[in-house]
Every structure is written in C-alpha cells, then in structure tokens.
C-alpha cells in the first residue's frame, strides 16, 4: 500500500501552503525523513520530511496552492505503482515556477490529473489588466476582490490610490516592467517577492499604512547591564550566554506591566489592551526578517527568556518554526548594534503599537556629576503608533525601560 | 420642448398622419385595418383621413408581404402591418428572401422602401403564438434594418425615419407599450435618425443596454439601484441594425460593465450579438463579464404565474447589474 | 393572327435568340466558364416570347429561376446577360445574382426568383401598386407546374382576384419539376381549371404555338388594362433539357424528350409556319440565325473581356441608404 504525502497543518491557523518544490523527481526512491519537498505559507517555509520509504508519485506540481491535509503524491512500493498512482506526469525536481492545480485528493487510483491552470493563474479583469500595465503594475502583487479572486478595476485604482497594500506575488517575474527602460540599467539580478520576502512587503508596507508612527530617541548607560550579564554567565557555567537580547526583552516586559497601554492593538474602532506580553524579537537569518515570539515574557526571568530565545534561533536557523511561533505577538524588540548602528527609526510590526530599537553599546564620553567620564553607552529607539499611544506615555515608558537598564533590580 | 403627453399609439397615429400627408406613394396594408383602425387602435383617424390608403387584406401574411415587396419594386412606399409580429413565420420567404436580398442579388438596381410594422411582445397573457419577441432573426438577416422603440417620442421619430427610409425596415412596436404615454413634440419635422441610440439616464456605475420593452425595466431598475449607491447609465438602443456601437462604447467606457436587457429570449438573442461585439471592440475596458437579461428559453406560456415568472424583471435586472458591478 | 409579318418575323428572331442563348450557356457552363448551376428553356421558347410580345416595355414581368427566356423575350440586353451568367462585374447584378437571380428593371423584370413560386407575391404587390397609381400596365408572373403546387400561389390568386388587379399568371406546364412529374405532384391534369376556383378565367394553351400563346396573353393583356381582372394561362410545354444542366435525368426516358423535339418544337413549328406564310425561306433563315449568332458572339466577347468584381464590392448594394 502506498504511503500519502499529506500537506500537514503547520500550526493552529494555516488552512493552505504553497508548494514550493519538490525535491525529488516523480518514479525516484526517496527515504524516510529525507526532505521530499518545501512547503511555503505566508510566515514560514518548511522543508518537509518523508513521512515513509517508497517511490515518489506526484499528483500535485510545484507552484501549486495545497489545503491542508491534501494529498500531495505517494510514495509507492515500485515504479509500476507509482506510475499508477499518479507518476505519469514527472515533475522534474525543482520546478517551481511551473503553476499547476492539485489533482483531487480522493481519487489516487484513478488516472493522473493532467495538470489544468486554476492555482498559479491570476484572475483578472480585461480592464483590470490593461490598467495595471498602463501604470507598469504587476497583477500578480494585487489583491483581486472580485468573483473568484478576480482582481478588478477597484482593486487596481486601491493600489494605484495607495489605499490597499499589494498582495504577495506569486511569479517570480513581473510581467509590468519595472522601470522604464531608457537603456541606463541591466537588470544584474531578479529576486522573486515570496515567501518571508513577501511577508515582510505585505507586513512593512501596511504597517506604514495604516499606523502613526513616531519614534523618540534616548541613550542610556549600559554598565549596569554588562555588570548584570557577566554574574549570569558566571552563574550559568557551561550553560548558554545570556544575551543582551534576553536582557532587553526582560526589561520591555517588566516595562509593559508598568505601562499596559502600549501592549495593545487596534481596528479603528476600539483598542485592545492585551493581558499576555509577548515579546517578538526581530531576526535576520539571511532569507528576510522574521519575528519568533517569547511567550509571557513577563513572567519569565532573564534566564529563561535568553534559553527560549537561542531555541528560537535554532528553530529558524533549522527553518523549523512554526507559523504560531510567529502569531500573536504584542511588541518587539529589534537589534542592530552588531552592525554599528545607535539610533534608527524602527516600524512597528504591525498590529503591535510599540517596538524598541537597540543598538550598541559603545564607550562614549559621558559628563556624571560635573566630570566628564567614559560610560558604555546604548541608543534605544521606540517607534510608538500615535494613534494608540501619545508622545508623553510613549516617553514614560522608554524612560522606564531606560531605569531598568540602568538598574537592573528594577527588573525584579 | 414640447411638454405634450401622448400614448405610443397616437404617437404612431400622428406619424403616419404627417407622412401620409407628405408622400401619397405611402399607404398602408394588413388585416382588419379599417374596422377599429388597426386591431390595437393604432391607426386612429387614417381611415378616414386617406380613404384608400389603408387597405384591409386577406388573411394572406405571404402575399400581404409580397405586396409591399411588389409594390416598392414599382414605385410605392408600404407600410405592411403584421397584425402580430408572430406571423413574420408566414411570410418569411417574402421577408427574408425576397426584400431582404433582392437589391442586393440584383446588384443595386433597386430600391425597397417598405416598413413591416410588427406589433410584439409578452405580458398580454396571449401566450406563445402571440406574445414573442423576434427581432434577432432580422438582425441576422443582411438587407433588413431592424428598429425597436421604446417610449412614445421615440415610436414617432423612427417610424417617419423608417418610411422616409428607402430599404426594408422591420418596426417592432411592443403591444403592452401602446397606451403608455410620454411627452412626444408635436413639430412635423420631428425625426430620429435610424441608428442613432439615446442614452435617457446617466450613470457612472453600469450601463444597461436596452430597447423596446426592456427601457422601462432599466429605467425602474436604475432608480432603484441609485438607492443603492449604483449609478446605472440607461442606453436605449432604439435601432438594432443599424447598431450604434459608438454610443454603447462610450458608455461602456464611462463604466467599465455592461448589462444587455431585452424581451426576447436569452439564447441567440440580440444581447449575445452586443455582448460579442462588446467584447471585441472594447474588451480593454471591461471590468466584469457583460450581463444579459431576457426571457427564459421557453415559449411564453398563457397562465400569469407562469408568463410573469418566464419575462425578466426589473428584479432580473437590479440583480445582473449588481453583479457586473461587485455588490 | 396577327398580320405584321414584321412583329412574326421578329417574334422568330427573338425564339432563335433564347434558344442559341440557352445552347450557349450549355456549352459555356459545360465548359466550366459559367459557375454555379444554371437551368435551361430549350423547348419552352413558345410560351415566353408569345406572352412577351403581347407586353409593353412599361409592363412588368416576373420571371423564375428558369427565366434566361422571359427575360430576353422582354428586350433584355444580351451583353449583361452573358456577364451576369460568367459573374463578370458589367452583368445585370453586377456579378450577385447570376443565372437564377436576374434582373432588368428599366424594362420591367421585377428579378428572376430562386424560391419557386416566389415571384407570385411579388407580382400581386405590382398589380396592387399599377391599380394605386391608375395606370394601364399589366403584371405578369411566370411561374412552373411545380410551383402551382405552393401556397402562395393560392393567397396571390385570391388576392388578385378579389383586388380585380391586372396581372397574368403564367404557368408554364413543362411536364417536370426537378424529378417529379406533373401527373405525380398536381390534382388536376389541367392547372388551368384552378382559376375557377378564384373566379378568373383559365385558359390552357398549346405552349409550343408561339402564336396561340401570344393570342392568349394578347387577351388576358386588354382584360387587365380594362380593369377587368387576372386571368390564368396555361402554357403546355415541354422541358427539354434537364431540371439542371448536368441533370443525369435518371427519371424519364429519353424517348419522351425525342417525341418533344423535331415536330412538337416551337421553334421548328413556327419555321414551318412563317414558311408557309413565305416570310421565310433557307437563305433568310440562315441569315436570321447567323445575326443572332453573331450577335451573341459579341455578347461573349464583351463577357469574356469584362473584369471580374472586386471581391471587396461583395459588400456593396446592400442598402439604398447604407450607414
């Protein structure tokens, strides 16, 4: 009996993926736990283990949408049966641009699906089409409103008019050109809008949209926190270093509980104060930024919160992280002190309505009670939505977070 | 203007008076003109006005035909009544064969001016061999121009356009429609060129493509929609052949979406011809597949649930425009 | 009898000139140079020059799809003839019709017709606007044994009849329609006894007696001028040829159309006749067939040398006030 490549729910609220890819070609033998193919849904990319021994039958191709649960292709006991089972239609192995629609789940036995436009193909009006290349648009990064996800004359005018954000594109081409060619530039290199990239579009681009954001800007003295930092790591041994990470998170957290309003979020029309804190940390691992959570930072010590977060690193590293492990956050914490960086203008990852920049701690001349002195120093920025919070709260909290970095008892 | 209200039927009446007056090549033929001025009332005062211009005939729908097709050939200006736009079956040789082409087959060497005036249409409760709606057929015939008024001003400007027309016209004048009244401008001259289509509401939101019966199911329907939000642009088309597409197109570009509305039945009628013609010559501008309304493919039955339920509605339309426009 | 041995000998020409017409296009078409299909009059040249020369040239006539002889017999032009037949751009219709759809309105041939019987309703409409505009003109409507059988043949009979208006139904009675005889497909023997029914005189005619048949319509002709009304005329003739050219006539024997021929053959009839009379002899019989020969020579000629249309002029002629 053949063994079904089921799409598994990765999380509570995925309902379908993109298959990016399959690694192998249909009639190969693939091995357990070999990765036979990646899946792609709007906050990870996972590389999917085979769930069995057998020869590959593939009844859905690369580029195709899958819901969850769906079977994908089979791993057969021999050639013969994985020809039956839907091998017909060899996908060669990294076929991903190649749009093509899932064939029925229900219906292995039956003869392979031939491979029908329906999932890579973007529905749009005549209109909507002549539109989007009048103003150099790429269809495949509209949202289509219409019957069937047609994109329509309101979808264009919205993004035209600003007032939608482009959705992810699918192709890794645009079809509208980009910039008018005038002979000037040579495209050197084209870079598909998917996967965490497209995430990061959809996610920066309607935060800037749709929220006020103001950032305020201080520095405070660091010294405290390295003295804190080097106690932990002595106590911790062999154990793993306590990150100034860690630390920042401890500090936004125990910030929060003392200002609750700016863990919040809103739709327009009420704002919701949340009760947990999760605190969000910005990572890049090279494909694009993502955003793992530590969960009820707040109840958590320093220690803890810095194991979570190298599990975290290792989870993205891996690209394991699940979709839940990138929901529901309630504010950020972003470092770009490793690069040099003091003071920047971070933007809320919205629907969150704070994020505080860190940056690095340099020695700096500093003037303590009429004497000029060395001190480390650290720049912090929060970037605050206006519409949630008012400049003053927004600078009370800073200024609380400011205190515990100072001193760290604070914290406790 | 003229602020004078007066039926579809005396708008024909008061028509074919000032024609008749003008050119004595005109009279007119069918059966039981003269008894009630037309079984509708519609020739009211001609009788008596030109004695021997109206001219009761056999119940011979061929030869009534065949006499205006004779009688063009030889210097007269007919206006052959149908009795019921039904009976176009009987006389299909003499229309279709022989008016339709026989300028054309004969190279040009003659003229044919002859109105067949053919009084349409459902909601009488006349059932299927007296209520259809049959205009298409003529639009698919080469040499007949083919004209559907709707409101009583427009009935008495195409009727003079027709009989001062010099080819076969085909004149489809809805029965429900003759006692409806509407201002109509008492000057002689008064004319609407063939071919020339009316847009009667303007609207940003959809067009709705019209004629005959089907105007005063766009006109309801679009007030209705604008209490809704959605602006529909009434397009009434009046002629069918010669169409004008340059009035559809420009308000199709105005609003992107289409609904085609008429009486006649849905399949093959004269909204899958527009539809087409929409769709090639100004695909670009459409943002939604173009909407038809008409009759369900039945013949129309007799009992008013069921002829009510086969008809379209001004509900049929609110509903396609709604859907061409994404609400 | 009429006496003008002018108006005989002429009537002869024009029987010699429909039947060298009819031969020629048999040739021509066999040959491939007339496209289509076409349908021959030999044989039936007394019934249309008799009616004919009993017309006026503001009378009208119309004719069938068999019609190449009412509309020479009505004065057409040869040289439009033969283009129209070869599709050149000089024909009567320009290169539209062709053989089965001909026309001369400047002498009154309200068209040839494909439908058959299709010119009965026509000619009613004729009558009809002769009788509105006052004036003297007949309207005659030739039409087959065949077409005596459709049904507007029926509403045109009544309808001129009731109106009194002057028209001539002219059936020609050839014996054949397409593939059916006339003993299969009609009630009666005689189609002339229809009229009564309508209340017109019928006459049947010896079809292949030029002379009786223009006596005929010579009568028919004074009763609808005066007012008094259609009358039905039944030329009995023969088709020679095949319903089309290219018939394999697998439906009758060819001794029936021997026995049609030599004897019973109008034209031959009335050579024997006009000799008779001493208006003809050999030498003046040649010399007759050598002018139209000569004359339709030139008729080909000018066919023959005509331009074709341009294939772009298919689209006009359609309208008198095209938009």
């Known amino acids: 009996m053949a063994i079904e490549i089921q799409v598994p729910k990765l999380g509570l609220t995925m309902e379908e993926a993109t298959l990016v890819k399959w690694n192998f070609s249909a009639g190969q033998s693939v091995k357990k736990d070999e990765i036979v193919l990646v899946l792609e849904t709007d906050k990870v990319t996972y590389e999917m283990p085979s769930p069995g021994d057998g020869v590959l039958a593939i009844l859905a191709q690369g580029g195709t949408t899958i819901k969850v649960a769906e079977v994908v292709g089979y791993l057969a006991a021999d050639e013969a049966e994985a020809a039956s089972l839907g091998g017909g239609a060899a996908a060669a192995p990294a076929a991903e641009a190649t749009p093509a629609a899932a064939a029925p789940a229900e219906a292995p036995k039956s003869a392979p699906a031939a491979p029908a436009a329906s999932g890579g193909r973007v529905k749009s009006s005549p209109l909507a089409r002549s539109m989007a290349a009048e103003h150099g648009l790429d269809l495949n990064a509209i949202t289509g409103t219409g019957p069937g996800g047609r994109i329509v004359r309101a979808d264009v005018l919205a993004v035209l008019e600003g007032g939608a954000q482009a959705a992810p594109a699918e192709a890794p081409a645009p079809t509208a050109p980009i910039q008018a060619k005038c002979g000037l530039l040579t495209v050197a290199e084209e870079l598909p809008v998917s996967g965490v990239r497209k995430v990061v579009f959809k996610n920066m681009h309607q935060s800037l949209q749709e929220q006020a954001q103001l950032t305020l800007h201080t520095e405070v003295s660091a010294k405290e926190m390295i003295e804190l930092r080097k106690k932990l790591n002595a106590l911790a041994g062999d154990g793993p270093k306590i990150s100034y990470n860690a630390i920042m998170i401890k500090a936004v957290a125990q910030a929060v509980k003392l200002h609750p309003r700016v863990n919040a979020a809103t739709n327009g029309e009420v704002i919701q104060v949340w009760k947990e804190v999760h605190v969000g940390v910005a990572m890049d691992l090279g494909e694009g930024l993502i955003v793992p959570k530590v969960r009820d930072a707040e109840t958590k010590s320093v220690v803890q919160i810095n194991r979570e977060l190298g599990e975290l690193v290792e989870q993205a590293k891996a690209k394991t992280l699940m979709p839940d492990d990138l929901a529901a956050g309630t504010i950020t914490v972003t470092n770009l002190g490793a690069w040099d960086i003091d003071h920047f203008t971070p933007i809320v990852n919205n629907p969150e309505s704070a994020i505080l920049g860190v940056g690095r701690i340099i020695d700096k001349p500093v003037v303590v009670d009429g004497q000029v002195c060395v001190a480390p120093m650290l720049a912090l920025s929060l970037t605050i939505d206006h519409r949630i919070i008012d400049g003053a709260p927004g600078a009370a909290f800073l200024k609380t977070i400011k205190d515990m970095i100072e001193q760290p008892l604070l914290m406790l | ?327 | 009898m009429p006496e003008d041995s002018n108006l005989l000998l002429s009537m002869y020409k024009t029987m010699v000139k429909v039947r060298q017409f009819e031969s020629m296009a048999g040739e021509y078409f066999a040959a491939g140079d007339i496209p289509g299909f076409i349908h021959l009059s030999i044989g039936q040249e007394g019934s249309s020059v008799g009616i004919c020369s009993a017309l006026r040239d503001d009378d009208y006539v119309a004719t069938t799809h068999r019609g190449h002889g009412h509309m020479i017999a009505k004065g057409a032009d040869l040289n439009k003839m033969v283009a129209e037949l070869f599709g050149k751009a000089t024909g009567y219709c320009k290169g539209k019709g062709g053989s089965m759809h001909i026309a001369d309105f400047s002498i009154g041939i309200l068209g040839a017709n494909g439908v058959v019987a299709g010119g009965l309703p026509i000619i009613t409409g004729a009558g009809l606007s002769i009788k509105y505009r006052k004036t003297d003109q007949v309207a005659v409507v030739f039409f087959g044994d065949g077409a005596s059988n459709r049904g507007p043949v029926h509403e045109a009979m009544n309808m001129c009849a009731i109106w009194n208006l002057p028209v001539l139904f002219v059936v020609e009675n050839n014996q054949w329609a397409s593939t059916t005889p006339q003993t299969y497909s009609c009630s009666v023997g005689d189609l002339c006894t229809r009229a009564a029914g309508y209340g017109i005189p019928g006459v049947a005619v010896d079809g292949n007696d030029v002379l009786a048949v223009r006596e005929a319509a010579l009568e028919a002709v004074a009763r609808a001028r005066a007012g008094e009304g259609p009358t039905f005329i039944e030329n009995k003739t023969y088709r020679i040829r095949g319903h089309f050219e290219g018939d394999p006539q697998k439906y009758r024997k060819e001794a029936e159309v021997k026995a049609w021929q030599d004897e019973k053959d109008p034209i031959n009839r009335y050579t024997k006749l006009l000799t008779q009379k001493k208006l003809l002899n050999k030498t003046k019989i040649q010399t007759i067939w050598d002018e139209v020969k000569a004359e339709l020579d030139a008729a080909l000629d000018f066919a023959k040398s005509s331009p074709f249309p341009k294939p772009e002029d298919a689209l006009n002629d359609l309208f008198s006030n095209p938009y």
Request: glycine share 8%; with cysteine.
């Open chain 2, 1 to 327: 203007m003229s602020e004078r209200k007066i039926s579809a039927s005396a708008a024909l009446a008061e028509a074919l008076h000032d024609e008749m007056s003008q050119d004595e090549s005109i009279y007119i033929l069918g059966e039981d003109l003269t008894a009630h001025a037309g079984i509708f009332g519609q020739f009211k005062g001609l009788p008596e006005a030109f004695p021997g211009r109206i001219l009761d005939t056999p119940i011979s729908e061929m030869c009534i035909v065949g006499c205006g097709v004779g009688s063009a050939l030889t210097g007269m200006r007919p206006i052959v009544d149908l009795h019921f736009s039904d009976f176009v079956t009987c006389a299909m040789d003499e229309l279709c064969n022989q008016a339709a082409k026989i300028r054309y087959m004969f190279g040009g060497q003659v003229k044919l001016p002859m109105v067949v005036w053919c009084p349409d249409g459902a909601g009488l409760r006349a059932a299927a061999q007296h209520s259809q709606s049959l205009e298409s057929w003529f639009v698919h015939t080469p040499g007949v121009k083919v004209v559907v008024p709707s409101e009583p001003a427009d009935v008495k400007g195409l009727i003079k356009s027709a009989i001062r027309d010099d080819d076969p016209v085909m004149f489809f004048q809805h029965k429900r429609l003759f006692a409806k009244e509407g201002p109509v401008p008492e000057d002689k001259d008064f004319i609407i060129p063939l071919g020339q289509a009316a847009v009667k509401r303007e609207g940003s939101d959809v067009s709705l493509l019209t004629y005959g019966s089907g105007y005063y199911l766009c006109a309801q329907a679009a007030e209705e929609l604008a209490k809704d939000g959605i602006e529909a642009e009434v397009v009434d088309l009046r002629t069918l052949k010669p169409l004008d597409m340059d009035t559809v197109a420009q308000s199709i570009k105005k609003t992107y979406r289409a609904v085609i509305v008429h009486e006649a039945c849905v399949t093959g009628g004269f909204g899958a011809e527009l539809a087409a013609r929409i769709q090639s010559e100004l695909f670009d501008y459409l943002d939604a597949p173009v909407g038809r309304v008409g009759t369900k493919d039945v013949p129309i039955p007799f009992s008013p649930p069921l002829e009510d339920f086969v008809l379209p509605s001004v509900a049929d339309v609110i509903e396609a425009a709604k859907a061409v426009a994404y609400r």
